[in-house]
């Protein structure tokens, strides 16, 4: 059992933050039906889809990984047939996702005020690069953009001159993980209320939201945060290091560390008093890691990492990937999980981090094929019958592969 058995989600998304938050909210059990476009079905099913490196079997690594536990109803949602079977699923559903650029949603005629008239409780989410209210509402946007607006990409990078995206699609993810915040929280409302809500979501306003206390900083000093590379604005150290054969992460956060880190790489010149204190030690960032590369660099980085954890000193190596995703801590956690391909084998791919202590069901369905539940999902959901559907293909109201 999952904490989200019995939720029908319907998925209008595409690319990443919509399919992300529709992964997520399907690993917790919850049913999601992804609608799709006749013959091509959503974009990403053809992202990478014959590169050799980076597809299974005609899916590519996008597909795979954001549409697991996924069903597909292929549906021409532009045709006015389309767009009645889409009232009838809707009559079921408790929540529809989408990030339609803003205003689509009203064209489609899937926007809230429409869809609540046949379905009261229903919970709507669309997800937009500057959300759906204020001066720059239709501007197009995607994660960098989002980036770089926000002010995140002024303080990524070594230093003022080269602004610096993160590694990973911040925006989206994180646009994606909110989008499931206020899902579950419309949900637990309408538990209350008995009434649906719609949920209005911005790549913009989620990137402001992630600059935190930074963002604090600057509204109480007037000044705006530089880059820093890897190091701590506070903290020293705290900084990546070179070794013999690697990198490594060293984050002294307090004195009682310093002491600790002190015992393990035994350097005269750095048990002057005047380093004791966290405060002096910011005055000496230079010195200090400069002195610190010099002796890291004498060895590999697994005998540091190892003298460093039995010192109780936090720190870490700079994985590459193929080293992550085969780390004992990772593979105990379950975080590296094979996904069944709907024509057979598997793939690897991350897992859920969410555990839980009763509702954990880890289990994985394959992402689907075009239209593979199109005629399941019609009759549990619409209550069609054969004839119908069959009438529906027909005229090419949806498609199946069945």
Not at 262 to 268: A, G, Q
């Amino acid at each position: 059992m999952k904490p989200l058995n019995g939720i029908k989600v319907i998925d209008l998304t595409h690319m990443l933050a919509g399919p992300y938050a529709g992964m997520v909210i399907a690993d917790l059990g919850a049913e999601v039906v992804k609608i799709e476009p006749l013959l091509t079905g959503e974009m990403t099913r053809g992202l990478l889809k014959t590169d050799p490196n980076y597809s299974y079997k005609d899916f590519g690594a996008y597909f795979l990984t954001l549409n697991r536990n996924k069903k597909s109803v292929s549906l021409d949602l532009k045709s006015e047939e389309g767009l009645d079977v889409f009232y009838e699923l809707v009559k079921s559903a408790d929540v529809v996702l989408n990030n339609f650029s803003a205003g689509v949603v009203k064209k489609l005629k899937v926007d809230f005020e429409s869809l609540k008239s046949i379905n009261p409780k229903i919970i709507t989410c669309s997800i937009t690069g500057f959300g759906e209210t204020g001066p720059h509402s239709s501007r197009p946007a995607y994660d960098q953009i989002v980036q770089a607006y926000s002010g995140g990409m002024s303080i990524t990078g070594p230093d003022v001159n080269t602004p610096t995206r993160a590694g990973i699609p911040i925006g989206d993810l994180g646009s994606g993980l909110y989008s499931v915040i206020g899902i579950l929280s419309a949900l637990l409302s309408r538990e209350q209320t008995n009434k649906g809500q719609h949920i209005d979501i911005s790549l913009l306003d989620v990137q402001i939201s992630l600059l935190t206390y930074m963002a604090t900083m600057q509204t109480l000093s007037d000044i705006d945060p530089e880059p820093i590379g890897n190091a701590h604005f506070v903290h020293v150290p705290y900084n990546s290091f070179t070794t013999q054969n690697g990198f490594v992460v060293i984050a002294v956060i307090t004195d009682a560390f310093w002491q600790a880190l002190l015992d393990v790489i035994n350097v005269d010149t750095l048990r002057d008093p005047k380093f004791s204190k966290s405060v002096d030690r910011l005055k000496n960032q230079e010195f200090i890691e400069s002195e610190l590369n010099k002796i890291l660099a004498t060895k590999p980085s697994e005998y540091w990492i190892k003298k460093l954890n039995e010192a109780k000193v936090p720190c870490a190596p700079i994985n590459k990937f193929s080293e992550a995703l085969a780390d004992e801590q990772v593979i105990h956690r379950n975080m590296i999980v094979d996904v069944e391909h709907p024509d057979g084998g598997a793939v690897r791919m991350p897992g859920n981090p969410v555990k839980m202590s009763f509702t954990s069901d880890s289990y994985y369905t394959p992402p689907p094929h075009l239209g593979a539940h199109t005629e399941e999902v019609l009759k549990k959901w619409g209550n069609y019958n054969e004839d119908q559907i069959r009438d529906l293909i027909e005229k090419n109201v949806i498609q199946s592969v069945n």
